[in-house]
């Protein structure tokens, strides 16, 4: 059996100026982030106006859950400056 040698591609680029990632650069990360917008629209129409706080709570789960794909699946984070060009 020959072994696949698969590109590595990362699923959420690094962001070119600060820290963290930009969207989405693969299908599997425009997925997550749908998810997670869907989750985030789901939460708001069951919970609010009678829960505000339960809906505070999903929505730092779900950013929470986002930030922990983004670190697995995207390129390392850290801050960049832009071109120095």
């Known amino acids: 059996m020959r072994a696949v040698n698969r590109e590595h591609r990362y699923w959420f680029a690094a962001r070119r100026r600060g820290w963290g990632w930009g969207l989405p650069t693969a299908w599997q990360g ?9 989750a985030i629209a789901a939460a708001t129409l069951r919970l609010l106006p009678d829960h505000p706080i ?21 390129e ?5 400056w832009g071109d120095s060009n």
Request: proline share 6%; with cysteine; glycine share 14%.
């Open 30 to 38: 425009w997925l997550v982030m749908l998810c997670a917008l869907g």
């Open 54 to 74: 339960a809906l505070q709570l999903v929505v730092l789960g779900v950013v929470g859950v986002l930030i922990l794909v983004c670190y697995w699946k995207g």
């Open 76 to 80: 390392p984070p850290g801050w960049r």
